[in-house]
Protein backbone atom coordinates (compact mmCIF):
# COMPACT_ATOMS: atom_id res chain seq x y z
CA UNK A 1 0.00 0.00 0.00
CA UNK A 2 1.28 3.76 -0.36
CA UNK A 3 2.74 5.56 2.06
CA UNK A 4 1.73 8.51 3.62
CA UNK A 5 4.25 10.52 5.77
CA UNK A 6 2.71 12.75 8.77
CA UNK A 7 4.73 15.84 9.42
CA UNK A 8 3.19 16.39 12.98
CA UNK A 9 2.25 13.28 13.86
CA UNK A 10 2.34 13.53 17.36
CA UNK A 11 0.00 16.74 17.62
CA UNK A 12 -3.92 17.07 17.51
CA UNK A 13 -4.10 17.55 13.75
CA UNK A 14 -1.49 14.95 12.76
CA UNK A 15 -3.13 12.10 15.09
CA UNK A 16 -6.24 11.91 13.34
CA UNK A 17 -4.60 11.71 10.35
CA UNK A 18 -2.55 8.97 11.44
CA UNK A 19 -5.49 7.51 12.73
CA UNK A 20 -7.49 7.97 9.38
CA UNK A 21 -4.78 6.59 7.32
CA UNK A 22 -4.42 3.29 8.78
CA UNK A 23 -8.48 2.56 8.76
CA UNK A 24 -8.12 3.65 5.28
CA UNK A 25 -5.07 0.82 4.76
CA UNK A 26 -2.77 2.50 4.36
CA UNK A 27 1.06 2.30 4.94
CA UNK A 28 2.09 5.55 7.37
CA UNK A 29 4.85 7.31 8.96
CA UNK A 30 5.16 9.23 11.43
CA UNK A 31 7.31 12.31 11.29
CA UNK A 32 8.15 14.06 15.05
CA UNK A 33 11.29 15.34 16.96
CA UNK A 34 10.71 12.69 19.89
CA UNK A 35 10.87 8.75 18.98
CA UNK A 36 8.81 7.84 21.56
CA UNK A 37 5.79 10.25 19.90
CA UNK A 38 2.91 8.03 19.51
CA UNK A 39 2.96 5.67 22.48
CA UNK A 40 -0.36 5.19 24.43
CA UNK A 41 -2.27 7.37 21.39
CA UNK A 42 -5.11 5.57 20.89
CA UNK A 43 -4.98 4.30 17.27
CA UNK A 44 -5.81 1.17 15.91
CA UNK A 45 -2.49 -0.40 14.50
CA UNK A 46 -0.58 2.39 15.68
CA UNK A 47 2.42 -0.05 16.18
CA UNK A 48 2.99 -0.36 13.12
CA UNK A 49 3.83 3.06 12.56
CA UNK A 50 7.51 4.23 11.46
CA UNK A 51 8.22 6.98 13.64
CA UNK A 52 11.61 9.28 11.72
CA UNK A 53 12.94 12.49 13.06
CA UNK A 54 12.87 15.67 11.14
CA UNK A 55 13.63 19.39 12.48
CA UNK A 56 11.11 21.82 10.44
CA UNK A 57 13.92 24.72 11.35
CA UNK A 58 16.55 22.42 9.65
CA UNK A 59 15.69 21.52 6.10
CA UNK A 60 19.17 19.33 5.75
CA UNK A 61 16.70 16.49 7.95
CA UNK A 62 14.18 16.80 5.55
CA UNK A 63 15.49 14.29 2.36
CA UNK A 64 16.07 11.01 5.04
CA UNK A 65 12.99 12.36 6.70
CA UNK A 66 10.43 11.92 3.58
CA UNK A 67 12.58 9.72 1.39
CA UNK A 68 10.15 7.28 0.39
CA UNK A 69 7.04 8.81 0.22
CA UNK A 70 4.30 8.66 -1.69
CA UNK A 71 2.45 10.96 -0.16
CA UNK A 72 3.16 13.92 2.72
CA UNK A 73 1.00 15.51 5.27
CA UNK A 74 1.41 18.88 6.50
CA UNK A 75 0.01 20.74 9.25
CA UNK A 76 1.85 24.37 10.17
CA UNK A 77 2.42 24.62 13.73
CA UNK A 78 0.46 25.81 15.89
CA UNK A 79 3.88 27.64 17.67
CA UNK A 80 6.02 27.61 14.42
CA UNK A 81 8.45 30.19 14.52
CA UNK A 82 9.67 30.72 10.58
CA UNK A 83 7.00 31.59 8.40
CA UNK A 84 4.59 29.49 6.71
CA UNK A 85 5.31 30.17 3.48
CA UNK A 86 8.59 29.53 3.82
CA UNK A 87 8.36 26.06 5.69
CA UNK A 88 5.74 24.51 2.97
CA UNK A 89 7.56 26.13 0.38
CA UNK A 90 11.06 23.89 1.50
CA UNK A 91 8.80 20.49 2.18
CA UNK A 92 7.24 20.98 -1.34
CA UNK A 93 11.30 21.38 -2.79
CA UNK A 94 12.18 18.52 -1.21
CA UNK A 95 9.17 16.74 -2.11
CA UNK A 96 9.64 17.56 -5.82
CA UNK A 97 13.13 16.09 -5.72
CA UNK A 98 11.91 12.85 -4.31
CA UNK A 99 9.36 12.26 -6.77
CA UNK A 100 6.48 12.53 -3.94
CA UNK A 101 3.03 12.25 -6.00
CA UNK A 102 1.79 14.74 -3.49
CA UNK A 103 1.69 17.04 -0.82
CA UNK A 104 -1.33 17.74 1.02
CA UNK A 105 -1.27 20.65 3.59
CA UNK A 106 -3.80 21.62 6.04
CA UNK A 107 -3.26 25.19 6.55
CA UNK A 108 -5.69 25.02 9.65
CA UNK A 109 -7.05 28.39 8.78
CA UNK A 110 -9.30 29.89 5.96
CA UNK A 111 -7.88 30.90 2.56
CA UNK A 112 -9.19 34.30 1.13
CA UNK A 113 -10.06 34.48 -1.99
CA UNK A 114 -8.50 38.01 -2.53
CA UNK A 115 -5.77 39.84 -0.97
CA UNK A 116 -6.00 42.14 2.28
CA UNK A 117 -6.87 39.67 4.98
CA UNK A 118 -4.42 39.53 7.79
CA UNK A 119 -2.84 36.94 10.37
CA UNK A 120 -2.54 33.24 9.04
CA UNK A 121 -5.06 34.46 6.21
CA UNK A 122 -3.06 36.25 4.16
CA UNK A 123 0.46 33.91 4.81
CA UNK A 124 -1.97 30.92 3.51
CA UNK A 125 -1.57 32.39 0.22
CA UNK A 126 1.83 33.09 0.31
CA UNK A 127 2.39 29.58 1.39
CA UNK A 128 0.21 28.34 -1.84
CA UNK A 129 2.03 30.35 -3.84
CA UNK A 130 5.31 28.67 -2.33
CA UNK A 131 3.81 25.09 -2.79
CA UNK A 132 3.37 25.54 -6.59
CA UNK A 133 6.66 27.10 -7.10
CA UNK A 134 8.35 24.28 -5.29
CA UNK A 135 7.51 22.00 -7.87
CA UNK A 136 5.60 19.71 -5.72
CA UNK A 137 2.33 18.10 -6.78
CA UNK A 138 0.05 19.90 -4.54
CA UNK A 139 -3.01 20.09 -2.34
CA UNK A 140 -4.41 22.85 0.10
CA UNK A 141 -6.96 22.74 2.41
CA UNK A 142 -8.36 25.48 4.51
CA UNK A 143 -9.61 24.16 7.60
CA UNK A 144 -12.10 26.78 9.67
CA UNK A 145 -12.59 26.08 13.29
CA UNK A 146 -12.18 22.22 15.40
CA UNK A 147 -14.48 20.47 17.32
CA UNK A 148 -11.42 18.78 18.73
CA UNK A 149 -10.71 22.61 20.03
CA UNK A 150 -13.28 21.93 23.01
CA UNK A 151 -11.15 18.82 24.48
CA UNK A 152 -8.11 20.69 24.64
CA UNK A 153 -6.67 22.21 28.26
CA UNK A 154 -7.67 26.03 27.23
CA UNK A 155 -11.55 24.71 27.11
CA UNK A 156 -12.43 21.22 28.24
CA UNK A 157 -11.81 22.16 32.16
CA UNK A 158 -14.32 24.23 31.82
CA UNK A 159 -16.90 22.76 30.43
CA UNK A 160 -16.02 19.73 32.46
CA UNK A 161 -15.37 21.16 35.91
CA UNK A 162 -17.55 24.60 35.76
CA UNK A 163 -20.01 23.99 33.11
CA UNK A 164 -19.00 26.76 31.09
CA UNK A 165 -18.57 26.55 27.03
CA UNK A 166 -16.13 29.40 27.12
CA UNK A 167 -15.08 30.84 23.70
CA UNK A 168 -13.72 34.06 22.46
CA UNK A 169 -16.85 34.33 19.68
CA UNK A 170 -19.94 36.66 19.94
CA UNK A 171 -23.21 35.35 20.46
CA UNK A 172 -24.14 35.71 16.77
CA UNK A 173 -20.37 34.62 14.86
CA UNK A 174 -21.38 31.23 12.79
CA UNK A 175 -19.07 29.07 12.45
CA UNK A 176 -18.77 25.76 10.46
CA UNK A 177 -17.15 23.61 13.17
CA UNK A 178 -15.60 20.42 11.50
CA UNK A 179 -13.81 17.42 13.56
CA UNK A 180 -10.19 16.79 12.85
CA UNK A 181 -10.82 13.22 11.69
CA UNK A 182 -13.00 14.81 8.95
CA UNK A 183 -10.38 17.02 8.10
CA UNK A 184 -7.87 13.57 7.95
CA UNK A 185 -10.86 12.58 5.54
CA UNK A 186 -10.59 15.25 3.20
CA UNK A 187 -7.03 15.05 2.54
CA UNK A 188 -7.56 11.19 2.03
CA UNK A 189 -9.91 11.84 -0.39
CA UNK A 190 -7.79 14.16 -2.54
CA UNK A 191 -4.91 12.00 -3.33
CA UNK A 192 -6.43 9.83 -6.07
CA UNK A 193 -8.57 13.04 -7.41
CA UNK A 194 -6.39 14.58 -10.72
CA UNK A 195 -8.47 17.48 -10.21
CA UNK A 196 -7.47 18.40 -6.69
CA UNK A 197 -3.70 18.55 -8.11
CA UNK A 198 -3.21 22.23 -7.77
CA UNK A 199 -6.69 23.05 -6.24
CA UNK A 200 -7.11 24.90 -2.77
CA UNK A 201 -10.32 24.54 -1.00
CA UNK A 202 -11.90 25.74 2.09
CA UNK A 203 -13.75 23.38 4.30
CA UNK A 204 -16.03 23.20 7.29
CA UNK A 205 -18.24 20.93 9.22
CA UNK A 206 -21.94 20.18 7.91
CA UNK A 207 -23.17 22.72 10.60
CA UNK A 208 -23.31 26.81 10.87
CA UNK A 209 -23.05 27.07 14.60
CA UNK A 210 -23.43 30.28 17.15
CA UNK A 211 -22.42 29.61 20.27
CA UNK A 212 -25.57 28.78 22.17
CA UNK A 213 -26.18 25.62 19.55
CA UNK A 214 -22.39 24.59 20.55
CA UNK A 215 -23.57 24.28 24.18
CA UNK A 216 -26.46 22.69 23.39
CA UNK A 217 -24.77 19.72 22.19
CA UNK A 218 -22.63 19.80 24.86
CA UNK A 219 -25.27 19.83 27.20
CA UNK A 220 -27.05 16.73 26.04
CA UNK A 221 -23.35 14.94 25.44
CA UNK A 222 -22.57 15.51 29.20
CA UNK A 223 -25.91 15.31 30.50
CA UNK A 224 -25.79 18.48 32.05
CA UNK A 225 -26.33 21.98 31.38
CA UNK A 226 -23.72 23.99 30.26
CA UNK A 227 -23.72 27.80 29.53
CA UNK A 228 -22.07 29.84 27.57
CA UNK A 229 -20.05 32.36 28.68
CA UNK A 230 -18.32 33.96 26.11
CA UNK A 231 -14.82 35.31 27.00
CA UNK A 232 -12.82 38.35 25.25
CA UNK A 233 -9.98 37.51 22.81
CA UNK A 234 -7.76 39.20 25.27
CA UNK A 235 -8.91 36.56 28.09
CA UNK A 236 -8.17 33.97 25.02
CA UNK A 237 -4.74 34.76 24.56
CA UNK A 238 -4.35 34.35 27.91
CA UNK A 239 -5.66 31.11 28.88
CA UNK A 240 -3.72 29.60 25.52
CA UNK A 241 -0.85 30.48 26.72
CA UNK A 242 -1.16 29.26 30.38
CA UNK A 243 -2.56 26.17 28.42
CA UNK A 244 1.01 25.51 26.21
CA UNK A 245 2.62 25.47 29.87
CA UNK A 246 6.03 24.77 29.61
CA UNK A 247 5.83 23.99 25.87
CA UNK A 248 6.21 27.40 24.98
CA UNK A 249 9.12 28.92 25.75
CA UNK A 250 8.88 32.16 27.99
CA UNK A 251 10.15 34.94 25.23
CA UNK A 252 7.18 33.72 23.05
CA UNK A 253 4.22 34.04 25.44
CA UNK A 254 3.49 37.60 25.44
CA UNK A 255 3.23 37.88 21.83
CA UNK A 256 1.51 35.22 20.80
CA UNK A 257 -1.42 36.58 23.43
CA UNK A 258 -1.38 39.45 21.58
CA UNK A 259 -1.29 37.72 18.30
CA UNK A 260 -4.58 35.30 19.47
CA UNK A 261 -6.18 38.46 20.85
CA UNK A 262 -5.84 40.53 17.88
CA UNK A 263 -6.93 37.30 15.81
CA UNK A 264 -10.13 36.63 17.26
CA UNK A 265 -10.83 40.22 17.41
CA UNK A 266 -10.88 40.31 13.78
CA UNK A 267 -12.70 37.24 13.15
CA UNK A 268 -15.76 38.39 15.20
CA UNK A 269 -16.07 41.34 13.21
CA UNK A 270 -15.08 40.30 9.79
CA UNK A 271 -17.13 41.20 7.03
CA UNK A 272 -15.50 37.37 5.38
CA UNK A 273 -16.73 35.84 7.79
CA UNK A 274 -13.52 33.03 8.18
CA UNK A 275 -15.58 30.38 10.35
CA UNK A 276 -18.33 30.34 7.62
CA UNK A 277 -18.26 27.61 4.78
CA UNK A 278 -20.27 27.76 1.59
CA UNK A 279 -20.63 23.58 2.10
CA UNK A 280 -23.20 23.11 -0.61
CA UNK A 281 -19.07 23.97 -2.98
CA UNK A 282 -17.84 21.73 -0.93
CA UNK A 283 -19.86 19.06 -1.25
CA UNK A 284 -20.30 19.60 -5.58
CA UNK A 285 -15.96 18.90 -5.28
CA UNK A 286 -16.28 15.88 -2.78
CA UNK A 287 -19.60 14.09 -3.18
CA UNK A 288 -19.00 11.49 -1.42
CA UNK A 289 -18.54 13.37 1.63
CA UNK A 290 -21.69 14.67 1.53
CA UNK A 291 -24.08 13.50 4.41
CA UNK A 292 -20.49 11.85 5.88
CA UNK A 293 -18.84 14.46 8.18
CA UNK A 294 -19.74 14.87 11.68
CA UNK A 295 -22.32 17.16 13.28
CA UNK A 296 -21.26 18.51 16.37
CA UNK A 297 -23.76 16.25 18.38
CA UNK A 298 -22.39 13.40 16.85
CA UNK A 299 -19.10 14.36 17.87
CA UNK A 300 -19.68 15.77 21.58
CA UNK A 301 -21.40 12.40 21.74
CA UNK A 302 -18.30 10.25 20.96
CA UNK A 303 -15.59 12.09 22.84
CA UNK A 304 -14.54 10.89 26.17
CA UNK A 305 -15.08 13.93 28.51
CA UNK A 306 -12.96 12.16 31.39
CA UNK A 307 -9.23 12.41 32.62
CA UNK A 308 -8.54 9.25 31.13
CA UNK A 309 -9.05 11.03 27.51
CA UNK A 310 -5.68 11.29 25.20
CA UNK A 311 -4.96 14.69 24.56
CA UNK A 312 -1.68 15.22 22.68
CA UNK A 313 0.61 18.25 23.48
CA UNK A 314 -0.80 21.80 23.02
CA UNK A 315 -0.92 22.37 19.53
Known amino acids: ?8 ASGRQGLAQVRQALAAGYDVRAISRR ?6 APVEGVERVEVRPMDLYDTSTF ?11 YTHPLQARADRAYLIGEVGKVAAHLGVKRVVWNTSSWIPDKPGDPFTYGENTKGINALWRSGAPGTVFGSVLFM ?4 TNWARPFIVNEGRYVYPHNPNLEANWISLDDVA ?17 NI ?19 GKEIAYDPCTPEEFGRYLVEAAGDSMPAEMREGFAQGIQAFYEYNNEAPTKPFAVDMDHVYER ?3 LDGKLETMGEWTKRQDWGESNYRPAFG
Open 1 to 8: MALITVIG
Open 35 to 40: PDALEG
Open 63 to 73: HDALEGSDYIF
Open 148 to 151: DNLL
Open 185 to 201: RFMLASLERPDMEGAWL
Open 204 to 222: GGPERLVGKQVTACLSEAL
Open 286 to 288: FPE
